[in-house]
Structures are given as structure tokens and as C-alpha cells.
């Protein structure tokens, strides 16, 4: 309705992950980043997490978008409570693998086979798995297990694992998963876009369906979304959406603060503020992902899930993860004390420079003042000399006139 209103060719807000939409904001370049070393390893586990809504399908969309499938082959599947040998029918049939008997053992069979032809015709595979949280700890095993098939030290398979934050949490803290975690190569958490990129991303999905500056926005309005979502992409696309409707209902050509409001209202009475709003986040200590992040440029070929201790031992470790942050502070002081001393002692050196500089200039102009003297006092006896001289020669000339 409110796209043939304003002139748009589809509906730039749907809720479906749809890569035509992609919008880079900074949390998803640092994703993006990681995904590329992470199959730039052609080797184990990658693993991006992230608030419902935050945009993990849409990226995963976009990147497989820019991949050749001539030397990719990726399968795809979307988890619900699975167990150990319901993951590996699925896979098998996300590899377009059908099953007869529908047994473990003849689908792993099936499963290898497949991957060894596909390394023999020079495409590597990628299993994406989306709503990872609902794996049982089985599935996760049997994957870890299919991650094992090798064509002699070449890996046949590789896995993409999608989640939301509490499948971080499991993958942290259960005690069973400490071989997948020693093989997850590359992680990163999806938050939330910042205030500044909402106008942006709501601008930029309207530019790819046809939009023109009709509707206009007030700048008011991107600011108050952002509040309203907390910066999640999907929740901007349902109040944005309810926005468009209520602008094409009113006829309106620009949107303002007092729409924004009226609909906020109606998801209030809908009860689906509760699904649009932010969810207050409870405070939570670092954690070693997060130190990760801290250095996105150049991402390190090792698990970036570290190995984690039972629940039983989680305030010992927790202890030692504050020791090792004190520590990493400490040394953050140390070097910036060690910039400021280095700082400093090049200005004394330029002081030193410039003083020695000024005695240098003030011995010259001493030198410069006792030539001077020197030249006046020569002068002086020149003159007196000369003085001497003439009246000299004059005394003698009186005398032989006198004779």
C-alpha cells in the first residue's frame, strides 16, 4: 500500500533477510572481516552470534552472495531441537544427499563421499547452521565430528555457526565442548548499530526500492527510533514499516516526532512494544570474546573461544580473567607513562638544543662585541698616530723655512 503511494518500487522495511538490503555498519564490517579470514582458513569453526534481529542472516546472505559457487559449495540449514543423529540427516539432506534407510552410519558414509567428490572437482564445502542455540550438545558434537573427514591433511568441511547470545554463553562455559572450542577459528558478536547509523540504514533501504526524498524525514525522528530499538536493525524495520503505513493511511509526504509517537502508541496497545523495545541488559563482567574484539584489525589464526573451566570453578576463573585485566591495564599505563617520558625527555632535548643553541649565538655576539672594541681602539691609534705624524712633518717644514 504505502510503497504505490510514494512511488517505491517494493517495500524497503520487509523483516526477511534479504542481502539486496545489506547495510554495512561498523559491527557488521568487523563481522565481515572475520568471516573472510575465518574461510580464508578452509578449516573449522566460525562463529557469529548476536541479539535477535541483529542481522546474522542478512550478513550471511550478503556474503554468500559474493562467493562463486564454482569453487564453494555451501549448504544451509535452520536448527530446532536436534539431536546427534537428527543433525546428520539434516545435513545430509542440505547437501542435497537423500538417504536410504534412513540410518547414522549410512549418512556419514554419504556425507564423506560427497565431500571427497567435491574436493576432487576443487570446491571446498561450508555448512551454515542458523539457530545454533537450539542444538542439543549431541548435534554440536556430530558436527565437530563431521569436521574431521579430511582428503589427506586437506579438511573437506568447514562450519559456519549462527546464534544468539546464550549459544556464546554455551560454547563459553559447558565443560563437554572443549574440543569444538579448541576448533573454532574466528568469532564475533553482532551488537547493535550506533545512534548515528540508524539515518543512514533507514535511508539507505529506501534508496534501494526507488525512494527519491519522498517521504522526507525529520531529524528528530532518527534519534527517537534509535531509542525506541536500541540500534537493533529489525525492530527499526517494524516501526519504520508501521511509520510508511500511517504515512500512506494520512497522506503525508513528510514524517515527524508526533507520527513516531502515534505509533509507538499502537504497538503499546498491540503489546508489541515489548518485541519492538530494547531489553534491559543485565551488567556483565569482560569476558575473553570481548578482549578479542578489541583488536579487529588483525584477527590471529587461533580460537578466539578460549578454553573455560567447569561451572564449579567459574569464580576461580573469573578471578583470574579480572587478574589478567588488571594486568593488561597495568601495562597500558606502563606504556602510556613510557609515551609521556619519551615526550617529555624529547622536549628537554629540544630545550637543551634550543639553549645551547642561544649560548652558542651569545658567545658569537661576545666575539662579535670584542672585535669591535678591538676595531675601535686600532682606529683610535691609527688616528692618534697619524695625528702625530702630520704634526710632525708640519714642525719640520717650520724649520727649514726658519733657516
Known amino acids: 500500500m504505502f510503497d504505490d503511494f510514494y ?20 559491527t557488521h564490517r568487523k563481522a565481515l572481516s572475520y568471516l573472510g579470514y575465518g574461510l580464508a582458513q578452509g578449516e573449522g569453526f566460525v562463529v557469529i552470534t548476536g541479539e535477535v534481529g541483529a542481522g546474522k542472516s542478512t550478513l550471511v546472505a550478503h556474503l554468500m552472495a559474493m562467493i562463486d559457487p564454482s569453487r564453494l559449495t555451501a549448504a544451509q540449514i535452520v536448527t530446532s531441537k536436534l539431536d546427534g543423529e ?17 540410518d547414522k552410519a549410512s549418512a556419514l558414509g554419504a556425507i564423506e563421499s560427497f565431500l571427497h567428490d567435491e574436493a576432487r572437482a576443487g570446491r571446498r564445502c561450508l555448512l551454515i547452521v542458523d539457530e545454533s542455540q537450539n542444538l542439543s550438545i549431541a548435534a554440536l558434537e556430530e558436527l565437530r565430528m563431521l569436521s574431521n573427514f579430511q582428503l589427506g591433511s586437506h579438511p573437506l568441511l568447514q562450519t559456519l555457526l549462527l546464534g544468539q547470545p546464550e549459544f556464546r554463553d554455551l560454547l563459553l562455559e559447558h565443560p563437554d565442548l572443549e574440543q569444538l ?32 526524498g519522498n517521504p522526507a524525514f525529520d531529524q528528530r525522528v532518527f534519534a527517537e527510533i534509535y531509542d525506541a530499538t536500541g540500534g537493533i536493525p529489525r525492530r527499526i524495520n517494524q516501526i519504520v514499516n508501521r511509520l510508511l503505513l500511517l504515512g500512506a493511511v494520512e497522506q503525508r509526504t513528510r514524517i515527524d516526532a508526533a507520527m513516531l509517537h502515534s505509533v509507538l ?15 534491559p541488559q543485565p551488567a556483565e563482567p569482560a569476558e575473553p570474546v570481548a578482549a578479542a574484539d578489541a583488536v579487529e584489525a588483525a584477527p590471529e589464526p587461533v580460537a578466539a573461544i578460549p ?40 622536549e628537554d632535548r629540544e630545550e637543551q638544543a634550543e639553549a645551547a643553541h642561544a649560548g652558542q649565538v651569545e658567545q658569537l655576539n661576545t666575539r662579535i662585541a670584542a672585535l669591535e672594541a678591538q676595531l675601535a681602539e686600532q682606529d683610535r691609534t691609527i688616528r692618534h698616530t697619524l695625528t702625530m705624524l702630520i704634526e710632525f712633518i708640519e714642525s719640520g717644514e717650520g724649520q727649514r723655512e726658519a733657516a
Open 307 to 346: 578454553a573455560t573451566q567447569p561451572p564449579a570453578a567459574s569464580a576461580e576463573a573469573l578471578l583470574r580473567l579480572e587478574a589478567s585485566l588488571a594486568e593488561r591495564d597495568a601495562q597500558i599505563v606502563e606504556l602510556q607513562q613510557a609515551v609521556v617520558e619519551l615526550a617529555n625527555a624529547a
Open 181 to 212: 572450542r579448541q576448533r573454532v577459528i574466528a568469532t564475533h558478536h553482532l551488537t547493535a548499530m550506533e545512534p548515528k547509523e540508524v539515518q543512514p540504514y533507514i535511508e539507505h533501504r529506501m534508496k534501494c526500492v526507488g525512494w527519491s
Open 7 to 26: 512511488g517505491l518500487d517494493a517495500r524497503p522495511f520487509q523483516l526477511t533477510p534479504d542481502p539486496a538490503f545489506y547495510f554495512e555498519s561498523l
Open 265 to 279: 502508541a499502537e504497538l503499546h496497545d498491540d503489546g508489541a512494544i515489548a518485541i519492538v523495545s530494547p531489553r
Open 86 to 102: 537428527e543433525i546428520v540427516h539434516v545435513v545430509a539432506q542440505a547437501f542435497g544427499l537423500m538417504i536410504e534407510g534412513h
